[in-house]
């Protein structure tokens, strides 16, 4: 079993900043890319950023230059450092990684249940 536990979520202003935090644990071989998505009501799911096993990232154009994903792979773990927030950035963040378990090598992508941000004066 494998799991994905999302943290750090909250009421901001705008202009504040947030910290997410993923932590995988379980029967994990090894993590590939993980990644932090979002879903505000009524929209669909949508790739906020994503770092590779080695270090490559890529983001959302909406959040370039604000927002900044890392990850210690020791700690099995992906952040994301949110600033100058907006209402525009209001929605569930939703942790999502590729983890090869030891139950059967062999990988696939798994989520966690979400952290809500509100950003609101």
Same mark, same amino acid.
């Given at each position: 079993?494998?799991?994905l536990?999302?943290?750090? /979520?909250?009421?901001? *202003?705008?202009? %504040?900043?947030? =910290?997410?935090?993923? @932590?995988?644990?379980? &029967?994990?071989?090894?993590? $590939?890319?993980? /990644?932090?998505?979002? *879903?505000?009501? %009524?929209?669909? =799911?949508?790739?906020? @950023?994503?770092?590779? &096993?080695g270090?490559?990232? $890529?983001?959302?154009?909406?959040?370039k230059?604000?927002?900044?994903?890392? =990850?210690?792979?020791?700690k099995?773990t992906v952040?994301?450092?949110?600033?100058?927030?907006?209402?525009?950035?209001?929605?569930?963040?939703?942790?999502?990684?590729?983890?090869?378990?030891?139950?059967d090598?062999?990988?696939?992508?798994?989520?966690?249940?979400?952290?809500?941000?509100?950003?609101?004066?």
């Open positions: 079993q494998v799991q536990v999302e943290s750090g /979520g909250g009421l901001v *202003q705008p202009g %504040g900043s947030l =910290r997410l935090s993923c @932590a995988a644990s379980g &029967s994990i071989f090894s993590i $590939n890319a993980m /990644g932090w998505y979002r *879903q505000a009501p %009524g929209k669909e =799911r949508e790739l906020v @950023a994503v770092i590779t &096993s270090g490559t990232t $890529n983001y959302a154009d909406s959040v230059g604000r927002f900044a994903i890392s =990850r210690d792979n020791a099995n952040y994301l450092q949110m600033n100058s927030l907006s209402p525009e950035d209001a929605a569930v963040y939703y942790c999502n990684a590729e983890i090869v378990s030891t139950e090598y062999y990988g696939m992508y798994y989520w966690g249940k979400g952290t809500l941000v509100t950003v609101s004066s």
